[in-house]
Each structure stands twice: as C-alpha cells, then as structure tokens.
C-alpha cells in the first residue's frame, strides 16, 4: 500500500535518519490499514453468519445456537485485530519494535487476512446453506477450526511485538 509523498516528505527524506523514521512509520500505517482490511472481511462474515442464524433457527435450532455461540467468539477476535499493538514503541521502552520486527508483523498479518478471507467463503456457504436447509455441523466445524488459527496467528503476532518472536 503506497501513497504519494508530499514535497515536504520528499525534502525531509533527504535529512540523515529521517528516511528511516518516515519507513517505520509507513511500515505502521500499512499495519493498521491491513488490520482494519481484515476486520472488514470479518465484519461481513458475522453479517453472513446472523443471516444464517435467523434461516437456521426455523429448522435446526441447535446449528443455530452453535453459530451463535461462534458469533461471540468471532467478534472478540475481531476486536482483538483491530484494536491490536501496532509495532509502536516510546523512546524509553525496554523492548524496541525494528524494522525487522515490523516485515515479520506484516508477514503475520498477511497471514490474517488470507484466513480472514476463508471465513467469510466459508460464512457465504454456510448462508447458502442454511438457505436451502442443508445440514450445517460440518462447515461449521470448519469455521471454527480457521478461527483457531486465527487465534494462533494473533498469539504469533503478540509475541513478535513484545519482542518474544524467532528471529
């Protein structure tokens, strides 16, 4: 994700260090765009999911339950990506957030997004389902087990901003 710089970055990129400064922080804006991008997709998915919900509840009350179960889930990892640390560290920090740091936290988020994706496919065939009366237990298995790893990817993420994270 590019944008154009302004005169004033394009001068300011000439002082010494300062490029590097103005890289980590565009390195942190794509991080917060591509966690905002994720909880979008996953924004549709519950919207996909309480549609199926309301279908579900005419004919298999117990999928309904269990989608509704999810849908609590869903919305605390969501609101775990989007409110998630953004690889900013103050000066006086004792862990430092690098630029090295920053690529494996993209690369994770990267991660997110590609499973992010998968769900909502999987909410749209659940909804597909659920509107023609299929039997839901099965995709909904898959939809939780995608959502486990992105339970394992944000716990991956975490560790990477507090500096636990392979190197």
């Not at 519950?46 to 279908?55: D, G, L, P, T």
């Not at 579900?56 to 969501?78: G, V």
């Not at 920053?102 to 992010?116: F, G, N, P, T, Y």
């Amino acid at each position: 994700m590019t944008k154009e710089k302004s005169a004033l970055e394009k001068l300011l990129d000439l002082l010494p260090g300062f490029h590097g400064y103005k890289a980590k922080e565009y390195l942190r804006e794509d991080d917060q765009l591509i966690r905002e991008y994720v909880y979008n997709i996953l924004a549709d998915s519950v919207r996909n999911i309480e549609n199926s919900i309301a279908r579900a509840s005419t004919y298999d009350f117990n999928s309904a339950e269990i989608l509704n179960e999810y849908l609590r889930d869903l919305r605390l990892l969501m609101d775990k990506i989007r409110w998630a640390e953004h690889g900013y560290s103050p000066h006086y920090d004792l862990v430092k957030v690098k630029n090295e740091d920053l690529e494996k936290i993209r690369e994770i988020d990267e991660k997110l997004v590609s499973i992010a994706i998968d769900i909502k496919n999987k909410s749209v065939e659940i909804l597909n389902d659920s509107e023609l009366g299929n039997p839901l237990r099965p995709k909904i298995n898959e939809l939780k087990n995608l959502t486990s790893r992105v339970r394992e990817i944000i716990f991956e993420r975490e560790k990477q901003i507090k500096g636990w994270g392979g190197k």
